[in-house]
C-alpha cells in the first residue's frame, strides 16, 4: 500500500491562493453600470443644458425665433454676482434651509427614539401617521397649512380666539409656518432611516452601557449617535438638498414669495427670472450655482468625515 504525502503550501502558493480574480476590482462598476445607464442620461443632459443656456442671451425673442442667440459667456453670471438681491436671497435660503435641516434631524430622531421605547399600537399608528404626512404631495401639504393659518377660516384662528389674523404677513412668522411645513413633510424619512439604524444596533453593547451605569442621555450621544454617524450622513446630505432647493411650499403658501419677495428663496427667485421675466439664460446661471453649493457642501461634508475617520 503505498501512501502519498503532500507537501504543505509553499510562500508562492499561499499568494497565489490568496490573490484576486482578474476583473474583481471591476466587479462593483460592473453591476452599477445598468444604473449608470439610466441616471446618466436623465441627470447629465439637464445639467449640460442648463450650463450651455446660462452663457447665453436666452430671452423670450430668441425662444420665438425673433432674435438669433448670442454667446455672452459669463455676463450672466456677473449680472447675479453684482445683483444686491441675488446675495440677499441667498443669504436667506442658506440660513433658512440649514434651520430646515437641525429641525428635521432633531424631529426625526426624537421619534426615532420614541419608536424604540413605546409600545406595538402607539409605535404602530406613530408609523402610519409618520408615513401619511411623508406620502403626502408637497402640494397638498401645503394648501393643507395654508388652510389651517388662514386669516379667516382657519383652524389656528378659532383655537386661539384670534379673528382676522393673517399668519402670512409678517416674514419671519411666514417662514416659520412653512418651515413647520416642510419639517412635517420630512421628518419621516429621517424618523424611519434612524429607527433602523437603532434597531440594529445588538443589544447586548446597550446592555453593557447600562450595566456600566450610563444614562439614556450618555448612551444615546455617546453610543447610538457614533454607530449611526453613516445613516445620519445620508440623511443630512438629502435633507440639505431637499432643503436648499424647496419650491413648492414657498410658492404656494407665500403666493410666489410673499409680499415684495420677502420670502423668497434661490430656487423661487430663479423660476420668476426666468418664466417670469423670461430672462432664460439668468435663471440657468441661477441652477447653475445651486447646483455647485449643494456638490461643494456635500463633498466638503463627506471630506470632514473621512478626515474623522469614519467610513460611509
Known amino acids: 500500500m503505498t501512501t502519498v504525502t503532500t507537501a504543505p503550501a509553499g510562500p508562492d502558493t499561499q499568494v497565489r491562493q490568496a490573490s484576486p480574480r482578474p476583473g474583481g476590482r471591476l466587479r462593483p462598476w460592473l453591476y452599477l453600470l445598468p444604473s449608470a445607464a439610466v441616471l446618466l442620461p436623465l441627470f447629465g443632459y439637464p445639467i449640460y443644458m442648463l450650463g450651455l443656456l446660462s452663457v447665453f442671451d436666452y430671452r423670450q425673442a430668441q425662444v420665438s425665433g425673433g432674435e438669433p442667440t448670442r454667446f455672452i459667456g459669463a455676463d450672466n453670471y456677473t449680472a447675479l454676482l453684482g445683483d444686491q438681491r441675488f446675495w440677499s436671497v441667498l443669504g436667506q435660503t442658506v440660513v433658512f434651509a440649514a434651520a430646515l435641516v437641525v429641525a428635521t434631524l432633531a424631529v426625526g430622531a426624537a421619534l426615532a427614539v420614541v419608536l424604540t421605547r413605546a409600545g406595538r399600537v402607539p409605535r404602530l399608528l406613530l408609523s402610519l401617521a409618520a408615513m401619511a404626512a411623508w406620502a403626502a404631495p408637497a402640494m397638498t401639504g401645503a394648501t393643507v397649512w395654508m388652510f389651517l393659518f388662514d386669516a379667516d377660516l382657519g383652524l389656528v384662528n378659532q383655537l386661539l380666539g384670534i379673528e382676522g389674523y393673517n399668519w402670512f404677513y409678517d416674514k419671519w412668522v411666514t417662514f416659520g409656518i412653512v418651515g413647520a411645513t ?113 456638490l461643494a457642501v456635500t463633498l466638503l461634508y463627506i471630506r470632514a468625515l473621512y478626515r474623522s475617520g469614519e467610513k460611509l
Open 182 to 294: 416642510v419639517v412635517w413633510h420630512s421628518f419621516p424619512f429621517v424618523m424611519v432611516t434612524l429607527y433602523a439604524g437603532i434597531q440594529a444596533i445588538p443589544g447586548s453593547v446597550l446592555e453593557a452601557a447600562s450595566l456600566d451605569g450610563a444614562s439614556a442621555w450618555h448612551t444615546f450621544w455617546r453610543i447610538i449617535v457614533p454607530m449611526l454617524r453613516p445613516l445620519i450622513t445620508i440623511v443630512v446630505i438629502q435633507s440639505i438638498i431637499w432643503d436648499f432647493k424647496i419650491f413648492t411650499q414657498i410658492y404656494v403658501m407665500t403666493n410666489g414669495g410673499g409680499i415684495a419677495g420677502q420670502n423668497s428663496v434661490l430656487n423661487v427667485y430663479a423660476y420668476q427670472t426666468a418664466f417670469g421675466s423670461s430672462e432664460y439664460g439668468l435663471g440657468s446661471a441661477i441652477g447653475v450655482i445651486m447646483t455647485l453649493i449643494l
